[in-house]
């Protein structure tokens, strides 16, 4: 029977191996650990009129096997008023935005919001810090 010590242990090797793979170094290239293009950004009508404005939902998820912290989207056209503001706010005067308060965004746990707005505001990925557990 393994003990709780042992079971974090090959979790942990578990986390590691995926990141190693992910990274291609089994396929003999290392193109780090997350690319761009796995941090996907959606924006949908809800179908919903809220104050007579329709309603946006904006999903921001992460392709990556390691997490993801501190992703940064431009949202030049700023965001409006009633956004949920641990789940994206504005951190510089240029038009920088924290997603999640900084947190990790997990691969299969999204974070999601809504607003409602005259039009969808754009939100393009800027930056993020790839996760990985090591060993």
Request: proline content about 0%; aromatic content about 0%.
């Given at each position: 029977m393994a003990t709780k010590a042992t079971t974090v242990l090959l979790l942990a090797a578990a986390a590691a191996l995926l990141c190693h793979i992910h990274r291609g170094v089994v396929a003999g290239e290392d193109h780090g650990p997350c690319d761009p293009?796995?941090?996907?950004?959606?924006?949908?009508?809800t179908g919903r009129l809220v104050g007579g404005l329709p309603e946006y939902r904006v999903t921001i998820d992460n392709e990556c096997a390691c997490s993801e912290g501190d992703v940064v989207v431009s949202c030049l056209d700023g965001l409006p008023s009633g956004v949920d503001r641990s789940k994206i706010h504005v951190v510089t005067k240029?038009?920088?935005?924290?997603?999640?308060?900084?947190l990790e965004i997990v691969k299969g746990s999204p974070v999601v919001f809504t607003y409602a707005a005259n039009a969808a505001i754009g939100l393009i990925f800027n930056n993020a810090t790839p996760r990985c557990r090591s060993i």
């Open positions: 293009s796995d941090i996907h950004i959606t924006t949908e009508k240029d038009g920088l935005c924290l997603v999640n308060d900084g």
